[in-house]
């Protein structure tokens, strides 16, 4: 066979070519616009040829502070399709930590929306590669800045070609885009996604059996660009033909709803963070969201009640992925088999709410203290992983040699598999909490709890404990209205039926909201210490 080599090139030039009419919906600080892929491609071609006179080659890193907008598409493939690494940036990340990350990739150019140009603008003596800014505003003129030199991004668009041609030349291999990913302690760690570890995950994302991503669809990631390239889903959906729908900088539960009922929205993506705020609004106004064939999330573990939720009470289809930024991100997904269709409801969604079974493409092996685990459901170890759309090493970072061991990746996620090869996340190595020597998961107590009618929210940590290392604390968020008068025994009897004694919490504690990190997800790091402060250690 040839052995051609997988572009991003060939992804935008194909939607250039067999999709011109197809639209872009992006909200922006003043308003909805829309752009055919004609248009896109030929703004991407302008923005290549401006990065080019503003002194970027191959292999230099141009870094994004950007929300889920088009240009932000557009920069997904101009700088990629001139050779250049798209480094998308993180911007709800400490300011000590985006210093970091740009001085650490060797950022030349970055391209900053305009409500973000005060976080760079305090730090920009710090930043020391960076020879120039470019601001996407919707304004006609460049914004105030102290940043310098700065451009306004739709003046050099128009000053450039927009028959600007993209490389053809370049190596698969080579460097596309890269993303950082928070450390447990230190420094983000980065992650380089070649070209061909892209255009394989997107093939991955358009198998009907994973997330079936087609021209059909209509997609809007919620799950920022700045997060695993929202994904993936802008390069697949691109590639598609997939209209897009890009919901810029404010996303609250109201504007998403409307966004997806006004654009006939199919498929969208987020952290069930998202997902928990959408559902409450959908239970308290009136939408048509049928059009909705699939609602992705990932990034943590989707409680079963929410699923029931969406599925029963709204009639949409919710599907469960796993994966991390190492993984670009899809790993698992779920995949009801077609004989599960005879299983009994309770059967079938206790399969929704495990992470799913493995894309095709990748291998994975399952370490416990003995080696391979068996495939049961119940004996736990750590998930290992190998694949063409998974990193093999941290960028210039000597922590590479804690994950990547003998080609594989460690994700540091200790899950089971059962016999059907359905991968359930039990925890991160550092979230189980260990009592007497044995093992709670504590998602499983946060999935139960968040079962509950009355809670909105919940999170459990570990506490010290001087008899068994390590005892359960549940932190509840309650829901609004009556809800607010459960008590702690009611929480206590509805849990004890489905646990084991051990497992329940030492103690629930009641919260008005639970910390999250920058993507959403609950941060418990934060969490132990507040609970600490609270149970009086
Ligand atoms: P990130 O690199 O920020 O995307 O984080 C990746 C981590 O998120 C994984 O290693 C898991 O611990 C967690 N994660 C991702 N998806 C899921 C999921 N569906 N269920 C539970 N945890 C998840």
């Known amino acids: 066979m040839m052995n051609t080599p997988l572009l991003l090139t060939q992804m935008i030039e194909r939607a250039e070519r067999y999709y011109p009419k197809k639209e872009i919906v992006s909200r ?132 450039g070609d927009p028959h600007h041609p993209f490389r053809d030349d370049l190596d698969e291999n080579a460097p596309a885009g890269m993303c950082y990913t928070s450390a447990t302690t230190g420094n983000p760690k980065g992650v380089v996604y070649s070209h061909r570890g892209i255009v394989l995950h997107s093939m991955a994302l358009g198998l009907a ?115 991390m930024t190492e993984t670009s991100p899809l790993a698992t997904v779920t995949g009801e088999k077609s004989y599960m269709e005879e299983w009994g409801k309770e059967e079938k969604y206790n399969v929704k709410a495990k992470q799913g079974i493995l894309v095709p493409g990748l291998e994975m092996r399952i370490i416990g203290k003995d080696g391979e685990v068996s495939w049961d459901g119940k004996e736990m170890g750590e998930l290992t992983l190998r694949g063409p759309w998974i990193a093999s090493e941290y960028y210039k970072d000597e922590r590479t040699d804690e994950a990547f061991k003998d080609g594989w990746l460690y994700t540091g996620d200790v899950v089971t598999v059962d016999e059907e090869g359905f991968v359930k996340i039990v925890d991160r190595t550092k979230d189980l909490v260990k009592s007497g020597g044995e093992w709670i998961s504590s998602v499983d107590l946060e999935n139960a709890l968040m079962a509950h009618e009355s809670i909105f929210e919940a999170a459990v940590v570990a506490v010290p404990h001087p008899e068994w290392q390590e005892r359960p604390v549940a932190c509840v968020v309650l829901k609004e209205g009556d809800h607010q008068n459960t008590t702690k025994e009611e929480i206590y009897e509805f849990l004890k039926p489905q646990f084991a004694k051990w497992w329940l919490p030492d103690e629930i504690l009641f919260f ?26």
């Open 28 to 159: 922006t600080e003043s308003g909805i616009s829309r752009f055919t892929y004609k248009e896109m491609a030929s703004r991407a071609r302008r923005l290549a040829s401006a990065l080019e006179k503003l002194g970027v080659e191959e292999g230099d890193k141009v870094g994004t502070l950007a929300w889920n907008h088009h240009r932000h598409l557009e920069a997904y493939f101009a700088i990629p399709c001139s050779g250049a690494v798209l480094h998308t940036i993180n911007i709800r990340l400490a300011p000590q930590h985006i210093i970091y990350i740009i001085n650490h990739a060797e950022d030349k150019v970055l391209l900053i929306d305009s409500d973000i140009l005060p976080l760079i603008e305090r730090v920009k003596d710090q930043l020391t590669t960076v020879k120039a800014f470019v601001i996407m505003t919707d304004s006609d003129t460049l914004p105030e800045t102290s940043l310098s030199p700065a451009y306004h991004y739709e003046t050099i668009l128009a000053e």
């Open 209 to 323: 059996d994973t997330t079936g991503v087609s021209e059909k669809d209509i997609a809007l990631p919620v799950v920022p660009m700045f997060h695993v390239n929202a994904w993936g889903l802008p390069f697949a959906a691109t590639w598609f033909g997939t209209s897009q729908v890009l919901p810029g900088p404010y996303f609250t539960p109201k504007l998403l709803a409307e966004l997806m009922q006004e654009e006939k929205v199919t498929i969208t993506a987020g952290v069930p963070t998202i997902w928990l705020g959408l559902l409450k609004e959908l239970d308290e106004n009136q939408y048509d969201l049928s059009s909705l064939r699939s609602i992705l999330c990932g990034g943590s573990a989707a409680p079963l009640g929410m699923i029931k939720a969406f599925e029963e009470k709204h009639g949409i289809p919710f599907m469960h992925a796993y994966g």
């Open 512 to 537: 008005e909201e639970i910390p999250k990190t920058s993507v959403g997800k609950f941060l418990k790091r934060a969490l132990r210490d507040q609970v600490k402060e609270r149970v009086g250690q």
